[in-house]
């Protein structure tokens, strides 16, 4: 966890000091971008996926480069031995991004962080239900975006969420 921040913390950096000229984020733009998950957070031993990390983010930009947005996702694992035994995982919070210029129009890089709550349940039989370890979130990410059309796009995101890269579609409004 600890290599994973730094590595976001100083590819970050670096994508700040290429940064020369404004980026291709417009004040007023919105963002859309609905992904599924790879490498979950929330696995483990005897575990399994059986709906895999899907999240939905929204962003709005405050300035040229700053958006500000929320974020919602979803995943949830079966124990191996226990059909019925399952933990859900939600994750609902507020982000904010910096956008960088990488020279190129149809490239929209950004790199920024996450701030909500987590919430855990676990449902088995009947005397083992209800909400476990539900916690604050907090998450630094990394991201881009191409562009196919002016409105239509795909992403990717490197972070700590519910998955460590997230792919998906990205619809700009």
Request: proline letters at 1%; hydrophobic letters at 40%; aromatic letters at 18%.
């Amino acid at each position: 966890m600890k290599k994973l921040i730094v590595f976001l913390i100083v590819c970050f950096s670096f994508s700040f000091t290429l940064s020369t000229a404004q980026a291709q984020y417009e004040q007023g733009q919105i963002d859309a971008n609905l992904g599924v998950g790879f490498l979950s957070t929330f696995y483990g031993s005897g575990l399994s996926q059986s709906i895999p990390p899907i999240g939905l983010s929204v962003d709005y930009g405050v300035t040229d480069n700053i958006s500000v947005g929320g974020y919602a996702a979803y995943a949830s694992t079966k124990f191996d031995t226990f059909d019925d035994w399952r933990y859900t995982y939600t994750i609902i919070g507020v982000r904010g991004a910096y956008h960088f210029d990488l020279g190129h129009e149809k490239i929209d890089t950004y790199g920024g962080a996450l701030l909500g709550y987590n919430i855990i349940s676990f449902s088995g039989d009947d005397y083992f239900q209800g909400t476990a370890a539900s916690a604050a979130a907090f998450s630094v990410f990394l991201g881009g975006r191409y562009r196919f059309t002016e409105n239509l796009g795909a992403f990717a995101e490197l972070g700590y969420g519910i998955s460590v890269l997230q792919l998906g579609l990205n619809v700009k409004f």
